[in-house]
């Protein structure tokens, strides 16, 4: 943050003054079309960063500033340059540069007297349309939409139940009738057994029939468990470790459009993507959410202090916990991939974008790297190392036949265990 | 009842061998973490527990304490202190400088307030001919390092520089000498933070490049 005094320029300053004073006496806003229409395009090239015409932003909000100035020639004074103005002792200048924390305003030397005045027309007439409606934004946008097709598969399933219910009922009385009528027949001795032999749960238990069912069932379940089991030892994928402070992916990198390589940076240099140093959360978070407490936690590790903003010096690593790890027995490099092969994170990573907690997406296996390098083509654009390769292989396998990562040693065991 | 047994054990193995699933803080049972745990020093790992992994060495070194993680105890003489294993990097030789890839000497001007960037950059020159192709890269560079403030077209126009009172320059207005820019980028301006740990120098000077094509003519 800029923060200076500017007293060196007091006595330029009062000299200024005295000599701008008489000319901008008569100066008034005006309110013809072609000035408002200026001073939008002005107000969005040369304000907007700092300025809304109702909200306040950086600065204050410009609506109603006629009501506070001291007057238009002031105005225009501080617009060109405030520091001057403060350095002068103006009082409201003093007021309002205090207001803000000393935060210095830009000044604007090159906007002409006549421009400030577009500017001011266009806010005020900016500041006298009526509100817009709000936009209204729910937490979960998406939900409704996504709880369609969830209330109609419910529906489905009630339906279904009441339907095998009924049917239920309904064999219950042919059961019955059933039973009426053969009470009401002479049968013969062996009939009757047949009739009378009670169905009880011990006999259908020792049935044969129901025995291979049973054991058919347990072995095949408790087969497949042990196998699925087997299957993730040595393998994290789920690994959702909580992390020392809560930093979520889905705010940063999906809500904000943050880009992945802007705190990744490692990735397009070197083996390993990197976490980011804390200065890198710096360049935001001086400014944005200083309160959270997640955010404190941050500037507890890094000794900074949000109400002077000054470092203390006494730092004290924040201990991340790694999620994804290659074992050593093998070889992985970020920026082969992400440079040469142009492989977007999420190929590998997932929907990094939505998640608050970062888990393990992929599985890391062997199998799956080798998948990926029988199926993946390289990528050979705007790549001259790769234009004699992909030459050669179309040559000797046809033109249809395309040059795969395998093709130029990507399933070879020295390319990644050595 | 033998095959009833039989079943039952299966699947007590099975669940068993289920709770060797990787999930939330559990990463999972691993398999050989002698051969999965780096002997070197890896990059964003952490020491956690230095005893485990004690009988890896018990036989060559009985009196060293061995453990899986970065525990190679020829790595630097700290971490002979177990209690505080250290990385073992080296430092430069003292009284030398690096250069990058192009020859050049880091860039060495301070952060300076607004009124003196320009005396502090005069002289300076981009080294790089704003040809169409360093124009592209300085693109692509900008989308990394730039468009969530900035906005696509420069303009100030991104998700965060409208949600968050945060002073986001607009570049299509601002008429800045590349030097000017590359200072900025290198130790920030405003709210702007420093960002010259994170964008190499000869990336610097491409964004710097392409920003000077974002103004409206």
Known sequence: MMNYRAARFSIFLISAFLFLAPSLSAQTVPTDDESVKNGETLFKNNCYSCHRVKEKWTGPALAGYQNRVPSIEWTIAWVKNSAKLIASGDEYANKIYNEYNKSQMTAFTNLKDEEILDILAYVEVEAAKPDAAPVVVTEDGAAPAAGVPSAYINAIIIGMIVILLLLLVVLGFIVSTLKRVVENRNLSEEEKEVVESPITLSTVTRSPGFIFLVIFLVTTVGFKTVIDGLFTIGVQQGYAPKQPIAFSHKIHAGENEVNCKYCHTGVMKGKQANIPSPNICMNCHTQIKTESPEIKKIYAAIGYDPATGTYSGKTEPIKWVRIHNIPDLAYFNHAQHVNVAGIECQTCHGPIEEMEVVYQYSLLTMGWCIDCHRKTEVNGKDNAYYDKLIQLHEQSKGKNNKMKVEDIGGLECAKCHY | ?217
């Open chain 2, 1 to 217: 009842m033998r095959i009833g047994h039989t079943s039952l054990a299966v699947i007590a193995i099975g669940l068993a061998l289920a709770g060797c699933k990787a999930g939330g803080d559990n990463p999972g049972l691993e398999y050989a973490p002698n051969m999965y745990h780096s002997v070197a020093y890896e990059p964003l790992s952490q020491v956690t527990d230095t005893t485990a992994g004690a009988w890896v060495n018990a036989l060559e070194n009985p009196s060293v304490k061995g453990e899986y993680f970065n525990s190679n105890y020829f790595n630097g003489k700290s971490t002979f202190d177990r209690k505080s294993p250290v990385s073992n990097m080296r430092e430069p030789a003292p009284h030398t400088v690096k250069r990058n890839a192009y020859g050049w000497l880091p860039y060495r001007n301070k952060r300076v307030s607004k009124d003196s960037i320009d005396l502090v950059v005069a002289g300076m020159k981009n080294p790089f001919d704003s040809t169409k192709a360093l124009v592209a890269e300085g693109k692509v560079l900008y989308e990394y390092y730039c468009q969530h403030c900035h906005g696509k077209t420069g303009a100030a126009e991104s998700k965060i520089a409208t949600k968050y009172p945060l002073g986001v320059a607009n570049l299509t207005a601002a008429d800045y000498s590349e030097p000017h820019i590359f200072q900025v980028i290198t130790h920030g301006a405003g709210n702007m933070g420093a960002h010259g740990s994170q964008v190499s120098p000869d990336d610097r000077w491409k964004i710097a490049t392409y920003v000077r094509t974002l103004r409206k003519k």
